[in-house]
């Protein structure tokens, strides 16, 4: 695999630092410093969004005010399996706190048992919610546990039929991205909403191949911080 170089890439890695969703804080154990820091890499470098759990959402928003770098509400997280009630009133919350993306987990255990007409009420009520803000919504499918093409085109399916902006692969506690699930999903909704890649994704080579194959927004943490200070790429500036 090729490996980027700076400043011989410096074009091709400018293209993707704004694709990127930071992750970095999205931990059980985040300390006010990691959260600082997180807030700190991510207006350095440009990225798309901090991606959060609803306790950081006010600080996050409050940090990036005025910045192009949008806070993230990860609602559901990350099973999914929360009462539909819960997570609507979840992302109702961090919304009015400042969160502009929200990304949610669809239920999995209720789409593994064959309830369509859940998952999909879910998703729409969603998305209509997160319309009132002008917000759109990420459906997390969690591809970890759908065991064939057909489940995740499905799942896909529901995503884009509730309205979604974005189906995401995963929320990286379950299984991780590859090259194959991108490009289905690309193939069979790239027209009609956008693929973010996440779960796994630890390089910057990693997130030009996916972008390469349709990925609009990939996620990462830490290593792609630790990558750019390595190769000397000082910030976006």
């Known amino acids: 695999m090729y490996v980027l170089k700076y400043p011989e890439d410096e074009p091709l890695i400018r293209s993707i630092l704004p694709k990127i969703d930071y992750s ?13 820091k997180t807030c700190d890499d991510a207006l350095k470098y440009g990225f798309a969004a901090v ?18 770098v949008h806070t993230q509400i990860a609602t559901g997280f990350p099973c999914g399996n929360h009462l539909t009630e819960t997570k609507l009133l979840e992302a109702k919350l961090g919304l009015e706190l400042g969160a ?8 999995i255990q209720r789409f593994l048992n064959g309830d369509d007409n859940y998952c999909l009420e879910e998703i729409h009520r969603m998305v209509e919610l997160a319309a009132g803000y002008n ?4 459906v997390i499918i969690e591809v970890g546990f759908l065991k064939n093409d057909e489940m995740k085109i499905k799942a896909g399916s529901l995503a884009v039929a509730g309205g979604a902006e974005y189906i995401k692969l995963a929320t990286g506690w379950w299984g991780r991205a590859n090259s194959h699930d991108v490009a289905l999903l690309v193939e069979n909704f790239g ?10 994704i630890i390089s910057l080579e990693d997130m030009a191949n996916y ?27």
């Open 211 to 237: 972008i390469s194959i349709g990925a609009s927004r990939v996620a990462g943490r830490i290593d792609i911080v630790n990558q750019l200070e390595a190769m000397g790429f000082g910030s976006i500036a």
């Open 191 to 200: 027209d009609k909403v956008k693929i973010k890649a996440s779960s796994g």
């Open 24 to 36: 970095d804080a999205l931990v059980p154990d985040c300390s006010n410093e990691r959260l600082s």
């Open 100 to 107: 502009n993306e929200v990304d949610m987990v669809i239920s």
């Open 51 to 68: 991606a959060v759990y609803p306790m950081s959402i006010e600080y996050v928003a409050k940090r990036l005010a005025g910045s192009s």
């Open 135 to 138: 917000v759109g919504v990420k």
